[in-house]
């Protein structure tokens, strides 16, 4: 019995996520991160043969080389890399040189639209935290990048001489009573303060509230539940633009 095994890879600047798919069910998935050997091995480890790899990544020509090497080593398949488009389906890019839009952007957009057509803020809370609007029609509106959560913190760290803790506190919204509060919850109120004011801005018709990336459980736990969690959306995007 032989499958037909598609490798997806959403190569982000924090972690690569993977996931084996065979006819739209997903067999295996895992997380690798750099400087743990043995996760990229787990993923080369997923399956004897693989057919297919498509990968959406937001790493540098490099990194990007690098793996594609690892790869075609492993299965001898050169891996098919998604790139960002001026449009795809209905969905228009706003910028006017979409090759410089993040990938993992689009795609997310891309499996929201799939999902609902209607007003859309999408968020990708990884390493840095992207808000996009996408109006009814599939016109990208535009966007907002800020740090994430790790690179809020050590911003901080790295230009002060006195932001330092020991403690470890969880992302809360009270103000903070101590320096490792007042960071944490600093952190947290910027972070859930932006998608609140994006929101906001964006006016009327209120958009559909949708949430990836590895911070959005957290997110969303400090917009008070709001929005809806879809960890697959970069590759449920990477699935719609590898069919056309
Ligand atoms: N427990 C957590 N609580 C809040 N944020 C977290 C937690 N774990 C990871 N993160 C955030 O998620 C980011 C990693 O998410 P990920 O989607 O893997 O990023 P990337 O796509 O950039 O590789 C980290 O930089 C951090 O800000
Ligand atoms: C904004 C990003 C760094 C987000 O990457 P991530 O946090 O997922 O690692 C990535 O989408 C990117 O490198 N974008 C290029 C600039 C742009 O989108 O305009
Ligand atoms: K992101």
Redo the contacts with the bound molecule.
């Keep these: 019995m032989t499958g037909h095994y598609c490798l997806q890879l959403?190569?982000?600047?924090?972690?690569?996520?993977w996931r084996l798919v065979n006819n739209a069910e997903v067999l295996a998935r895992g997380?690798y991160v750099p400087d743990d050997t043995s996760s990229l091995e787990a993923m080369l480890g997923c399956a004897e043969q693989v057919q297919q790899v498509w990968i959406a990544s937001?790493a540098g020509d490099q990194r990007e080389g690098e793996l594609a090497t690892v790869l075609e080593q492993r299965w001898g398949v050169s891996p098919w890399f998604a790139r960002t488009q001026a449009n795809t389906g209905d969905l228009v890019n706003s910028y006017s040189d979409p090759g410089r839009m993040g990938v993992?952007r689009w795609l997310a957009m891309l499996g929201a639209r799939h999902r609902y057509r209607e007003r859309l803020c999408v968020v990708?809370?990884?390493?840095?935290v992207t808000i996009d609007l996408v109006a009814e029609d599939g016109r990208h509106e535009g966007g907002y990048i800020i740090p994430?959560?790790?690179?809020m913190e050590r911003a901080l760290l790295l230009d002060t001489d006195r932001v330092r803790f020991a403690e470890a506190v969880e992302?809360d919204l009270p103000p903070g009573r101590s320096t490792a509060e007042a960071v944490r919850h600093g952190v947290a109120l910027a972070e859930a303060g932006a998608v609140n004011l994006a929101m906001e801005q964006a006016g009327e018709p209120a958009p559909r509230l949708v949430l990836c990336?590895?911070?959005a459980?957290?997110m969303q736990q400090l917009l008070n539940g709001r929005g809806e969690w879809l960890p697959d959306l970069v590759f449920e995007g990477l699935q719609i633009m590898a069919g056309q």
């Design positions: 959403d190569v982000g600047n924090s972690s690569a996520k997380v937001v993992d990708d809370a990884g390493s840095a994430g959560p790790t690179l992302y990336g590895g911070a459980p957290t």
